[in-house]
């Protein structure tokens, strides 16, 4: 069974760091763009950030730029988001999403194949 499962979330002060890890199970990641999306209470799900099937190639919001890194281990399956500088409206439910793709870039717009189940992060003094 393919799965994608993110970890990482929690309860962090404002100008905090999580690291969220996106883990995939059933198939190998390499070859599949990564992004990570985030949907907030009562908002539409956006965009945060997508790395290239060889790591070659990264996006960010604007939102998060400078404050999030995308990174990936294939040799682990794994694809991670540190997020640092955490503001209040960082506050979401963040997903990471797979799309297999031969082409060294990514892009956020894209139709994603497979997502996981979301994991929470909560920034609150």
């Known amino acids: 069974q393919l799965q994608l499962v993110e970890s990482g979330g929690g309860l962090v002060q404002p100008g905090g760091s999580l690291r969220l890890s996106c883990a995939a199970s059933?198939?190998?990641?390499?070859?599949?763009?990564i992004g990570w999306f985030r949907q907030a209470p009562g908002k539409e799900r956006e965009a945060v950030s997508c790395i290239s099937s060889r790591s070659g190639y990264t996006n960010y919001a604007d939102s998060v730029k400078g404050r999030f890194t995308i990174a990936r281990d294939n040799a682990k399956n794994t694809v991670y988001l540190q997020m640092n500088h955490l503001k209040l409206e960082d506050t979401a439910v963040y997903y990471c999403a797979a799309r297999r793709t031969s082409a060294n870039v990514c892009y956020t717009y894209w139709k994603y194949d497979y997502w996981g189940h979301g994991t929470q992060v909560t920034v609150s003094s």
């Open positions: 059933g198939f190998a990641l390499d070859g599949y763009a």
